[in-house]
């Protein structure tokens, strides 16, 4: 197929020849880049990968945060999950949707296994691990308790007592334990059947002094490897002050320090792409917070932390305050729903919606509707495309019978071009007045495209960063449509074993998708430019590489969407010409 636009008057070689040379040193950039700067950056994130899963790391306490108590991490070397485990008494954890346990040295939550979801889509792959001991390589947990200089608090080695040995939905805990001067101190945990645990602390004041107590709450973690950083996606502390979300990357939080916000009130937390930690302190009284990192023994460390405004606790009272933990997959409804349960605001904000919130969350609540009713996410894609084109029906029709318009008078263009080749000023005046006098938009063609891409892009969002697209399914070789098209033409679609490098991953739906673009494109007028033509006609190749890494839910998005495209202008474009009688530009040019 030539790229050549086929009407036109003659071509400047010089304009030829750069657009060629522009167009080989893009390509040239593209592979140099993966080959010389992706390839290796990828091979050595493997090999620390490895390095660091083989060799163990020392683990100790590192500066703790002046606002709230010290993180205390294990001296001891890295252990296994199991050798953790087996280091302190624990209380079992166990709900249709996590399981794990809360070690009772230190009341610390630092077990949790999510258990309705796997690391890949295998069937065999092991459930996610999100919380685990200080102990582990992957430390990574949450504390609750007191500061005081009236008397004892609780500390990381204190043991706890507790009321029973598990803790289920419908089943609280308390731990307690009291101090040498008889205060005493307890934690009433309680978990919902979902991710949510309800932690009630009390101070009971048996001394004949009152005591001032101020309770804070942190979560911290290890992170030696950060995951592949992507522009649209915020992973990091994160939060809401004042009503305001504050997201710190932790790559910020390296490079700037610490971050301090005092009169807070809202929840701050731990954000990944599909999963959270955070902390709600409950009531109106403000807080202050902190997101900071620090360096402990060669890897990274991570921490949110709180503290509240002293609780007076006067001889024989109880001093109470209740903090939220929510821990697991950040599941849309389920956010919305304990958002107006409890009051907290923008909860849902967790789930990174960017700043097209107005228009992604309405986009993911479409989709999610018709997923209820269709039973796949595939197949609510294609719904929801259908009705993204009914929404765009009427504008798009005015744009293809522009188009049909146009193609009318591709020969007056035609005889304009050849006239007038070598003075483009007057050649694209007569073409405005040509269009002026046929009363043409040439434009018009334009407005649906522009109009799709926010549209396009809050798709995207939803398709990458909901936790209800992990993993869905579609039909034969999609089995996870938030992830590129598994599919490989540079292997022969798996016949050829042969590890490609990413750029020369082209999948099935990709290519579809250029096929159908270079259709839309033979059915739309060539630009009067041909320089211009020859761009456009190479957009679709260059397309092809760009959404072969998109997630294959937005690529099948689009094909369908140019499906639709086509047959709605191939309609319009017949219906015109049974109108007009005009057929010209479907007659092939005779052969010179």
Known sequence: MSLMPSHGGPQRPEETRNLLIALALSTLILLGWQYFYEMPRRQQEAALRQQQAG???????????????????????????????????????????????????????????????????????????????????????????????????????????????????????????TNPEGVRFEMEFALDEHFLFTVTQRVINTTGRPLSLAPFGLINRELAHENQHFAILHEGAIGVVDNTLKEVSYKDLREEGEQKFANAQGWLGISDKYWLTALIPDGPAPFTAKFQTYQSHGTQRYQVDYLRPALQVAPGATGEQITRLFAGAKHVDLLDGYGKQYNIPLFDRAVDFGVLYFLTKPIFHLLHFFHTLLGNFGLAILALTCVIRLLMFPLANKSYYSMAQMRKLMPKMNDIR?????????????????????????????????????????????????????????????QDLSAPDPSNLFTLFGLIPWNTPSFLHIGI????????????????????????????????????????????????????????????????????????????????????
């Open 418 to 478: 050849a006239k007038y080749g070598e003075d483009r000023l007057r050649m694209n005046q007569e073409v405005m007045e040509l269009y002026k006098r046929e009363k043409i938009n040439p434009a018009s063609g334009c407005l649906p495209m522009l109009l799709q891409i926010p549209v396009f892009f809050a798709l995207y969002k939803v398709l990458f960063v909901t936790i209800e697209m992990r993993h869905a399914p579609f039909y034969g070789w999609l």
């Open 55 to 177: 060799t163990q790391l020392t683990e100790t306490t590192a500066s703790a945060p002046q606002q709230a108590a010290p993180a205390e991490l294990s001296s001891a070397q890295p252990v296994t999950l199991e050798e953790a485990l087996a280091q302190s008494p624990r209380l079992t954890i166990r709900s249709p949707e996590v399981t794990g346990s809360l070690q009772l040295t230190g009341a610390r939550l630092d077990d949790l296994t999510l258990r309705n979801y796997r690391q890949t889509v295998a069937k065999d792959s092991p459930p996610v691990t999100l919380l685990a001991p200080s102990a582990t390589q992957s430390g990574y947990f949450a504390d609750l308790g007191w500061r005081s200089t009236d008397t004892v608090v609780p500390s990381a080695s204190t043991p706890w007592t507790a009321s029973s040995q598990t803790l289920a939905p419908g089943q609280p805990v308390t731990l307690s334990w």
């Open 509 to 592: 739906l990709p290519i579809l998708m250029t096929t159908t673009m270079i259709i839309q494109q033979k059915l739309n007028p060539k630009p009067n430019d041909p320089v211009q033509a020859q761009v456009m006609g190479l957009l679709p190749y260059l397309f092809l590489f760009l959404f072969a890494s998109f997630p294959a839910g937005l690529v099948l998005y689009w094909v369908w969407s140019n499906m639709l495209s086509i047959l709605q202008q191939f309609i319009i474009t017949r219906r015109y010409e049974k109108r007009t009688g005009d057929t010209s530009h479907r007659r092939k040019p005779k052969a010179a």
